[in-house]
């Protein structure tokens, strides 16, 4: 349902957010007060057109035709004749309000220029990388697969279309499947500790002829799309080589069986939440250095692990880390506030679109069953009275079905910006891997720490007791020269690790700093794009 | 409705202290319910209020205490009395309800319980009866024994009346079924006007369906706006400053339409849900009027039958100068005399039907204008109110905006 949406959602959510033309059928939006249709229901109100039968067709005239006109109904229109006024008063209020951006917009004189919602991306200057996703397309394998699960794969086409520098071209086109998409993941994760790296899309455990199956092909192309568009938004990875070859170098990617049997396994561990997951990867990543065999184990005690410990544990299920830093402490503590508000906020968000479908659907019931009804009187009327009553009825009755339309248009719309809160979401998900990149960090550094220590005080051992013995055992001093060797390369990898930890330390607070003014910023257009669409809607609904 | 209160307070403005220069009037006014009694036995009373100039009615105005029952039971009696014309509709006797008696369902009863009384004093021949004026006169202890003096006589009506509605209703499948084909009227001009009764039923009854869902449908929006501006609040306090200030505004305003929802939710039940509801009633009604005349035609066919044959008996009887001659005379006059008197009844209920149906359309159609305006004016205001709620937040969300944007400005 939200899959071909999706695309221009994302597209236009970075883009220009124009508050979008809910009435597909009106020429123009502007001048409401001389609409010529009967179609709301203040107009509907006002009607007391007796001679048409259509009167849809007829000139807008807040009729007054006393020889039909109904003495009860009558003095009551006196307050709607001003509604073409109201039209009038909601428009001029929106027109004063300030205008932040100046964008340059192709000079329309639309009212909806001024409502015009401003993304951040406007004002980080002209660079800019579209990608689609499209065309997937079944291929089979020619060569016997390690991988159990058949050897038929989908692949789609992705279009890249940009002006960046580094790309030194500006139209790519290239066909990957999904297993790349993971091996792009996984070595951005890798290579970029400590950034908030978007989380990728879910390779769910899968049998071939699920596979083939059009929604789940559909479904997993617009989470690509999405996914793809959300790399290329972060500033770093826009420009990382990884994502570059990904996107311009044709012809197949290579892989790595490693990494197909680990993320696998991974995620076969689909059942559990996704940041735990998160924090797993980072743990297999950290342990590069180690040998294949040794991961698997751990990983699997792992998964032991992970199965017992809590939903949002924060790295309590591992060996705590003697995390100093109070800032960070505290940082995490917000954010894990912040998730749970946007959760909460975000199911209420789902249950108010919900509301409003269903308003829409039953607004758009009774209209219909209106209609039959006056329809009905119409064809058995004996008085001319009773037409007039008819004709009035099928005004608001075919109100109310329009109100209905613009229900799911506004619906779709409110989707669309309340979808800023599960963007969010899946943020923070980012931000737990990389935190967890600093833990394994620090831990690492604290593990060679120990490891130098115990080196060294075999060193002196060995110095005391060879001293006693003077003239020296050769192995004896072979052996020393072996703890000192190993003392020197131990001390080399703390530097480097102390080095990483640095960095990753800088990644983290760096970014923070980009998602604290990124979150203002999205979550204000969020509100507007939300009141605003609000605002428009009820105003073409009703008025 | 409405119509028929507004008339009826228009010729109340006038002084009743003036009673000779001034055109009668009757008016009803049905009010504070109140709970009786205890547990199974609980029952609402109602105050009815009488403001009349009639002379029958010696005084000017009237306030006695009465239950649902006792509404029944003048319906009942006006059914009886007054065949042809269509008896104003009562709300449904209700087992479940009852013993919850939510304000709501009180408040509904009595708005439609307050309709009927006043269709009945405002209809020409209604308001002349006798049944009438002791509803609205007597005082409690005299409308319970006239109440149970009346349950043993109707009781066999329904179980009669349910046959002459079904043979009303399926005489194609009686001829088919090769039964006796039922006696019907065959007037092609009463045909239209049965099928349009019960078509309009229909009609009336899948609007009254959609009505009633979208008062809910208000209920549960109201109800996910509150949930949602609760949300919205608490994810506000995350954030600093402006934008914070922003959240919480947003949740307090969802809040706020929350309420207005909910309030919108209730005028569109009680002006315009209601009122279709009660139109479904009404056209049962007219059903059950259908069904009179059908059960008077029946008789009216039955008595003239039986009449021919009598005359043949007669005669017979006349030639073999028989000494049962005498009763046998004595019985066809009788016969003849209940034949004139079905006749008349049938009659009558055919020339009242006639005037009833042109009466009845007259006031669908100013009650339903009234409900769909009702309808419409309600979805417009609400709308307005909403869209201005909406749009006070914009120029926060504005300077928001740009204080986020330029937060060293």
Request: with cysteine.
């Amino acid at each position: 349902m939200m899959g071909s949406e999706n695309n221009h959602i994302q597209e236009s959510s970075r883009e220009q957010m124009e508050i979008p033309i809910l009435n597909e059928d009106d020429g123009s939006n502007d001048d409401v007060s001389t609409s010529k249709s009967y179609s709301n229901y203040c107009s509907a109100m006002t009607t007391l057109s007796s001679s048409s039968e259509h009167p849809l067709l007829t000139p807008p005239s807040i009729a007054t035709n006393p020889a039909s006109s109904d003495p009860l109904l009558f003095p009551s229109h006196d307050p709607f004749p001003e509604s073409p006024s109201y039209a009038d008063v909601i428009i001029s209020p929106l027109e004063d309000s300030p205008t932040v951006s100046s964008d340059g917009d192709g000079g329309s004189d639309d009212v909806h220029r001024k409502l015009r919602v401003s993304p951040r991306s406007q004002l980080e200057g002209s660079e800019y990388l579209r990608i689609t996703v499209s065309d997937p397309k079944k291929e089979v394998e020619s060569s016997n697969s390690f991988v159990p699960g058949g050897n038929s794969y989908v692949t789609y086409l992705i279009t890249t279309n940009t002006n960046i520098h580094e790309y030194r071209g500006s139209d790519f086109r290239v066909r990957r499947r999904f297993r790349d998409v993971i091996m792009l993941a996984d070595r951005l994760s890798e290579g970029y500790k400590g950034y908030f790296v978007p989380i990728r899309p879910d390779k769910s455990v899968m049998e071939s002829q699920v596979m083939q199956k059009q929604e789940f092909v559909e479904q997993r192309r617009v989470a690509l799309e999405k996914y793809l568009r959300r790399l290329v938004m972060h500033p770093v990875i826009k420009k990382s080589n990884e994502l570059k070859e990904f996107l311009t170098v044709e012809g197949r990617m290579p892989s790595s069986a490693r990494t197909d049997v680990a993320s696998n396994l991974l995620d076969g561990m689909m059942a559990l939440p996704k940041q735990l997951l998160g924090e797993s990867r980072s743990v297999i990543e950290s342990q590069d250095a180690v040998e294949p065999a040794k991961g698997r184990r751990d990983l699997l005690s792992l998964f032991k692990e992970l199965k017992q410990s809590v939903v949002h544990d924060w790295g309590r299920s591992r060996p705590p880390v003697e995390e100093e830093d109070k800032e960070l402490l505290e940082k995490k503590e917000k954010l894990h506030y912040l998730e749970q508000q946007l959760t909460n906020a975000s199911k209420q968000a789902e249950s108010l679109v919900k509301a409003q479908e269903d308003m829409g659907d039953t607004m758009g019931e009774l209209g219909l069953a209106f209609i039959k009804l006056t329809k009905f009187e119409n064809d058995h009327a004996i008085l001319n009275t009773q037409r007039v009553r008819a004709a009035d009825m099928k005004n608001v009755a075919t109100a109310a079905v329009k109100a209905s339309r613009l229900y799911r248009a506004l619906n779709a719309q409110t989707v669309k910006h309340l979808d800023t809160l599960h963007e969010y979401m899946g943020l923070i998900l980012s931000v737990h891997s990389a935190f967890s990149d600093r833990s394994s960090a620090l831990s690492t550094i604290q593990t060679l720490t120990s490891e130098l220590s115990s080196l060294h005080s075999r060193a002196a051992k060995h110095e005391t007791t060879s001293s006693k013995n003077f003239g020296g055992d050769n192995s004896r001093i072979h052996k020393l020269e072996e703890l000192k060797e190993s003392i020197r390369v131990t001390e080399d990898a703390k530097r480097r690790a102390i080095r990483d930890y640095e960095q990753i330390k800088d990644n983290n607070r760096s970014e923070m700093k980009r998602l604290d003014s990124e979150r203002q910023a999205d979550f204000v257009n969020m509100l507007k794009g939300f009141v605003t669409n609000q605002v428009l809607f009820l105003f073409k609904a009703y008025c | 409705m409405n119509a028929l209160q507004r008339s009826g307070s228009d010729s109340m403005a006038q002084s009743p202290r003036s009673p000779t220069s001034q055109a009668p009037y009757l008016t009803v006014s049905v009010t504070d319910p109140a709970k009786m009694g205890n547990g199974v036995q609980a029952y609402i009373s109602y105050k009815v209020i009488t403001k009349t100039n009639f002379p029958e009615y010696q005084g000017p105005e009237k306030i006695v205490i009465r239950r649902y029952s006792d509404f029944v039971w003048l319906r009942d009696r006006l059914f009886e009395k007054y065949k042809g014309i269509f008896i104003p509709p009562l709300p449904e006797k209700s087992t479940v309800e009852k013993f919850r008696f939510s304000a709501e369902f009180i408040e509904m009863r009595r708005q439609a319980l307050d309709v009927f009384v006043n269709r009945v004093a405002s209809h020409h021949e209604l308001q002349q009866s006798e049944d009438l004026r002791t509803f609205l006169l007597e005082d409690e202890q005299t409308m319970e024994r006239e109440r149970s003096q009346e349950t043993g006589i109707f009781k066999k009506k329904p179980a009669d009346f349910m046959q002459i509605f079904k043979d009303v209703q399926s005489k194609v499948s009686d001829v088919v079924l090769g039964k006796e084909k039922p006696v019907e009227e065959s007037n092609p001009e009463y045909e239209k006007q049965k099928n349009y009764i019960f078509q309009l039923e229909d009609h009336l009854a899948e609007a009254q369906k959609h009505a009633y869902r979208l008062v809910k449908r208000h209920r549960e929006l109201g109800q996910s706006l509150s949930d949602f501006g609760k949300a919205v609040k608490l994810l506000g306090t995350c954030e600093g400053n402006s934008l914070g200030k922003a959240f919480s505004e947003l949740g307090a305003k969802s809040e706020m339409l929350s309420i207005k929802l909910q309030r919108e939710a209730h005028h569109l039940l009680m002006s315009f849900e209601e009122p279709l509801k009660d139109y479904v009633r009404a056209v049962q009604s007219i059903k059950a009027t259908i069904a009179e005349r059908a059960i008077a035609f029946r008789n009216h066919c039955e008595l003239a039958e039986t009449i021919k044959f009598k005359e043949i008996d007669l005669n017979k009887l006349r030639l073999t100068r028989s000494e049962k001659l005498a009763d046998a005379e004595r019985e066809y006059e009788q016969l003849k005399a209940d034949g004139k008197e079905s006749k008349r009844k049938f009659e009558t209920i055919v020339k009242l039907m006639n005037q009833e149906i042109a009466r009845f359309q007259e006031q669908k159609t100013i009650d339903m204008g009234v409900a769909f305006h009702e309808f419409a004016k309600g979805q417009a205001n609400l709308a307005k109110s909403i869209a201005e709620a909406w749009r006070s937040l914009l120029p926060k969300l504005e300077a928001c905006s740009f204080f986020v944007q330029n937060p060293d400005a």
